[in-house]
T-cell receptor
Framework: AQSVTQLGSHVSVSEGALVLLRCNYSSSVPPYLFWYVQYPNQGLQLLLK??????LVKGINGFEAEFKKSETSFHLTKPSAHMSDAAEYFC????????????FGSGTRLSIRP | NAGVTQTPKFQVLKTGQSMTLQCAQDMNHEYMSWYRQDPGMGLRLIHY???????DQGEVPNGYNVSRSTTEDFPLRLLSAAPSQTSVYFC??????????FGQGTRLTVV
């Protein structure tokens, strides 16, 4: 079965430090991968997506992610954290078999220390 | 262009009551789906549809019904609400695998 695993339910970094949120997927065919961000009491906003073009994907707010097929990973990074980055982040995959079915990871809450 | 619209935004139900969560999209997308979000569990798929008249069950379908009579609308029905259905519900639509669009969510509390 397809799945998405996010390592670390809570990550805390200092303002200005590197942000690294980890995501691994299991898929028998090349997946479409996504990172979404959710601010408190709000909906989901697309940060970036991988759709089999460039393996290094740049998104909004300075975030980027690299697709590594050999490691089945799609980790999210940002060189310098900002207080406004505090939110919950979800990694997700859309199944090859159906565009209706999105599989989400359990989420990682990012906290930023002043 | 409104995208995906969910109503209501907030709802409190008593155990045993029924209600319908509405979802409408104006992008002419064939694919639509419903998710529930619970702390520490991410978003889990309840039901999905690949076009008008075609629906199927997702990961957690028990207690929920759906129908898709038009391309635009995909309502989610709770037949007899239970406290375990207290959650935040999201509707999504997509044209293909490249991107899904989400509504703003419905926060449901069952007491």
């Amino acid at each position: 079965a397809q799945s998405v695993t996010q390592l670390g339910s809570h990550v805390s970094v200092s303002e200005g430090a590197l942000v690294l949120l980890r995501c691994n997927y299991s898929s028998s065919v090349p997946p479409y991968l996504f990172w979404y961000v959710q601010y408190p009491n709000q909906g989901l906003q697309l940060l970036l997506k991988y759709t089999s073009a460039a393996t290094l994907v740049k998104g909004i707010n300075g975030f980027e992610a690299e697709f590594k097929k050999s490691e089945t990973s799609f980790h999210l990074t940002k060189p310098s954290a900002h207080m406004s980055d505090a939110a919950e982040y979800f990694c997700a995959v859309i199944l090859y078999s159906s565009a209706s079915k999105i599989i989400f990871g359990s989420g990682t809450r990012l906290s930023i220390r002043p | 262009n409104a995208g995906v619209t969910q109503t209501p935004k907030f709802q409190v139900l008593k155990t045993g009551q029924s209600m319908t969560l509405q979802c409408a999209q104006d992008m002419n997308h064939e694919y639509m789906s419903w998710y529930r979000q619970d702390p520490g569990m991410g978003l889990r798929l309840i039901h999905y549809s690949v076009g008008a008249g075609i629906t199927d069950q997702g990961e957690v379908p028990n207690g929920y019904n759906v129908s898709r009579s038009t391309t635009e609308d995909f309502p989610l029905r709770l037949l007899s609400a239970a406290p375990s259905q207290t959650s935040v519900y999201f509707c999504a639509s997509s044209r293909d695998r490249s991107e899904a669009f989400f509504g703003q969510g419905t926060r449901l509390t069952v007491v």
